[in-house]
């Protein structure tokens, strides 16, 4: 009888930046020693950070003392590639995989596959960006829309996404935004790359992750079992 892979779902978690990114490294190299399986997770970051791509060596100065809700906002570097990324009022998705053939571009799109179709189930229609490689000139990851990224109708994009390989192994993780301070995203990128998202506001975190947890399923043909990090396993991540 034929039985699904079974992935592992990770419930919504709410960390800090470095912590958050420790995570998402740690899981990445347990799968490709075959210690663990893939995995599919949600989380927010607290307090609001940018995120740096992993060969981001330059960033403005005063990005170092920009406050956010009465604290300085936290700069971290991704283990990924790609551009800065706000991250305050996004919800962050993450898939570590493995198995899929093809190049770097091939691999994004088979994961985005998800979202595409998790988001269409919402009444949203994405497609991806169409930039060319003049991207990597600008900082904010927000500011163009390569074939990696998913926008919307008006043009606006919703998600952007980054990926690391070790080995057969992938790390894909991204940035959906949802409520994003326009003021505070203009103050640290040039206000003219702001493009107002409008979702409904029927759209909360939970009906979009469940969403796309259902699309994840569907798409990758899995079974999510939802299993939280361990005592252990925190202590694993920490160190």
Aim: aromatic share 10%; charged share 15%; net charge neutral.
């Amino acid at each position: 009888m034929y039985s699904k892979q079974v992935w592992r779902l990770i419930p919504l978690l709410k960390a800090a930046g470095n912590v958050q990114m420790a995570i998402d490294s740690w899981l990445l190299a347990q799968h490709q020693s075959g210690k663990h399986p893939p995995t599919l997770r949600f989380y927010t970051w607290s307090p609001a950070a940018i995120s740096l791509g992993y060969h981001q060596r330059e960033y403005p100065q005063f990005w170092d003392n920009i406050i956010c809700q009465g604290e300085k906002l936290d700069i971290i570097r991704r283990p990924t590639g790609g551009r800065a990324v706000l991250h305050q009022g996004d919800l962050t998705y993450a898939v570590v995989t493995s198995g899929l053939n093809g190049d770097r571009l091939q691999a994004y799109q088979k994961i985005c596959q998800f979202l595409i179709h998790g988001w269409r189930s919402l009444g949203v229609e994405l497609q991806y960006g169409t930039a060319g490689r003049g991207y990597i000139h600008n900082p904010n990851c927000f500011g163009t829309a390569t074939g990696a990224d998913l926008i919307l109708p008006n043009g606006a994009k919703l998600i952007g996404s980054a990926q690391l390989r070790r080995g057969g192994a992938i790390l894909q993780h991204g940035s959906i935004r949802l409520h994003q301070d326009a003021e505070l995203f203009s103050q640290i990128f040039d206000a003219e790359s702001w493009t107002q998202v409008q979702l409904p506001p029927s759209l909360t975190e939970e009906v979009i992750m469940t969403a796309l947890m259902a699309a994840a399923s569907h798409c990758f043909d899995i079974e999510l079992i939802v299993e939280p990090l361990s005592q252990l396993e925190w202590e694993e991540i920490l160190r």
